[in-house]
């Protein structure tokens, strides 16, 4: 499997554009256009930036957006380091945290260790593994799992490797959860206990 590793400072930008260009040319599809996404990220020194496109990937130097079917974002993503995956059409985020769009405002907003993003036009999903954050501010929910994946195509979110699920004062745990992607309709399957969080942790202590 051939990779390629973009990092934040920026050396050797623009002999990895080059490569990356010639190694991924069959990729190359459009630029952003509603439904799509594109590739860009900056030279160095301060230059103009360089503008590609990668099947339905957008990056921006440590940045990557995903655009809805209206031409909004639908998700942007930033990391410590981007890897390419020629064989599996496949991009690795490490290090990364990013935000869920609809309609053009903020409905969550995640993190994680790595993201994997599959690239091909029939799938828009974005895999999250090593200690997955994601919080909804205007539902006061707060989800934690060692792994979730967020399925675009499909519009849900489905984690089967243990999930924490807080929302106000009550925390869930279960083995599996499946939800849409606004967190409107959860369900928490396998083990599932409830808990209610007091108001001051001190205060069973007591």
Do not use: C
């Amino acid at each position: 499997m051939k990779k390629l590793l973009i990092g934040v400072s920026g050396i050797g930008i623009a002999a990895l554009l080059v490569t990356f260009l010639v190694v991924y040319q069959r990729w190359v599809t459009r630029s952003t256009k509603p439904g799509g996404l594109s590739i860009t990220w900056p030279a160095p020194s301060g230059k103009s930036h360089g503008k590609t496109s990668l099947g339905e990937v957008s990056i921006e130097g440590p940045h990557m957006t995903g655009w809805a079917e209206d031409g909004k974002p639908l998700w942007e993503i930033w990391a410590k380091a981007i890897e390419v995956s020629e064989k599996q059409y496949t991009v690795r985020l490490l290090e990364a945290n990013g935000k869920y769009y609809e309609k053009g405002h903020t409905v969550s907003e995640f993190k994680a260790g790595i993201i994997h993003v599959r690239a091909g036009d029939e799938q828009k999903i974005l895999n999250m593994t090593h200690n997955v954050v994601a919080r909804w501010g205007s539902r006061d929910v707060e989800v934690k799992s060692p792994s979730l994946v967020w399925d675009f195509g499909e519009k849900r979110i489905q984690g089967i490797d243990g999930v924490e699920f807080t929302r106000g004062r009550w925390k869930l745990t279960g083995r599996k959860i499946l939800s849409d992607l606004s967190m409107k309709r959860v369900q928490i399957v396998g083990d599932a206990r409830l808990v209610h969080v007091p108001l001051n942790p001190q205060a069973g202590l007591m």
